[in-house]
């Protein structure tokens, strides 16, 4: 009789796997980092960029996704999700993770590294469950890292679909949500763990989370964890989990801090590099030039009222000038809601869903939102205040033209 989690990894926003968010605000982690960074200057030219026509040669993918070797139920909710083709990422990920091996994935945010790094996973740990001899010592484990709650939850509403009625037991674990309920989660000996790398280091410190049986790591946009200051906690995190383990290790870029984190800790890595590009090629840059900064509302109404921006992300500086611009906004009649650190987690989430539902076209946003939001239909990506870096530039402006769409960058720059 195969061994079998104590609560199913069900598809409803109630199921225990799921249980972890939605309580209160915090933080990405801890604190969202670990230091506040410089800006650093950025020559307004490199805002200015047309974009490509989408004529490019199409990818013809080598497989289709029910030609992957995965078990029957991950086969069937991979159907049911409408997956039909893979994309690139996904195509040249997926069998490499079936296969056992460490991964290098290197692409543009938007292109599905979330689904090419689940099937594998999930396939393994649902396998090792159903294994004849399994038991709760030596079924597989997995712990998946993402730099901020948003993309922590993104992947874990996709895990949870392509998993469902898998009998996997799950924890969620960042910042802002209860840390009671996490600790009940994890006292239930979680197959899949899913967290911000602040958060999970409070669980080891606290000696509530045992990392020394997991034998699948994903971390996810590795590149911003760094940014983020993350870097000791996630050599911390890596150095605790079983010698023998399968790594999966995606980033947008590939400078020295990043490689030099991979070659640490993975063995015989495959890299698959599909990034097409410093930024979206079907995202229009330009930017807004106003007089001084009294005259950048004005301007900006005069944006949103032009008939040209359907649905938009404003990205402001702080949490303080987030909450100003909203309220602004609101009274000049425009359908807006803000998010940042600084919101519960349960506001967040009712004004991302809002903003899906095209209850609002309008979100203004800290960096918060620069990754992990997977809004297709964006078509404007505003920066009311400039980034801090030209990476963080290139992550806010991904969040417009996906899915083949032309999407539209506007940064304000006094003259």
Do not use: W
């Amino acid at each position: 009789m195969p061994y079998k989690f104590r609560s199913s990894y069900h598809g409803s926003a109630n199921s225990r796997f799921s249980s972890s968010n939605g309580r209160r605000g915090g933080s990405a982690g801890r604190s969202g980092g670990r230091g506040k960074r410089t800006a650093q200057y950025i020559n307004p030219s490199r805002f200015i960029k047309e974009a490509k026509p989408v004529t490019a040669e199409e990818y013809v993918p080598t497989h289709r996704f029910v030609d992957f070797p995965v078990i029957k139920l991950l086969h069937d909710n991979v159907v049911k999700k409408g997956y039909v083709l893979p994309s690139p990422i996904q195509d040249q990920t997926i069998p490499l993770g079936l296969e056992g091996k460490d991964v290098i994935g290197i692409a543009n945010t938007g292109t599905g590294k979330t689904a090419a790094f689940a099937i594998p996973v999930l396939n393994k740990l649902v396998s090792s469950v159903l294994a004849d001899d399994a038991k709760p010592s030596t079924v597989s484990r997995a712990l998946i890292v993402a730099p901020t709650r948003e993309l922590a939850q993104q992947i874990e509403e996709e895990c949870r679909h392509l998993g469902k009625g898998s009998m996997l037991y799950g924890a969620v674990l960042i910042g802002g949500s209860s840390m009671g309920i996490q600790l009940k989660d994890l006292r239930n000996d979680p197959q899949i763990v899913i967290g911000t790398p602040g958060r999970i280091k409070d669980h080891l410190e606290r000696g509530t989370l045992d990392l020394s049986r997991f034998d699948t790591v994903v971390l996810d946009e590795v590149d911003r964890m760094l940014d983020m200051g993350f870097v000791n906690d996630m050599r911390d995190i890596l150095g605790q989990l079983k010698a023998e383990r399968q790594s999966f290790f995606f980033s947008a870029t590939m400078d020295d801090r990043v490689r030099g984190l991979i070659n640490t800790f993975a063995n015989d890595p495959v890299t698959v590099a599909v990034k097409t590009g410093e930024t979206s090629d079907n995202v229009h840059q330009d930017v807004v030039r106003v007089a001084d900064k009294n005259q950048k509302i004005d301007k900006l109404h005069d944006l949103l009222i032009s008939g040209q921006i359907g649905k938009a992300i404003i990205f402001d500086e702080t949490q303080r000038s987030v909450e100003r611009l909203s309220k602004s906004l609101l009274e000049r009649g425009f359908d807006a809601d803000a998010i940042h650190g600084g919101k519960t987690q349960g506001q967040r989430l009712k004004a991302l869903n809002k903003f899906k539902k095209n209850e609002i076209n309008i979100l203004v946003a800290t960096d918060v939102a620069a990754r992990g939001i997977d809004v297709a239909d964006i078509t404007h990506v505003i920066n009311f205040t400039q980034p801090q870096s030209y990476e963080d530039y290139v992550h806010r402006i991904g969040r417009a033209g996906r899915a083949g769409r032309t999407g539209y960058a506007l940064t304000f720059v006094e003259r």
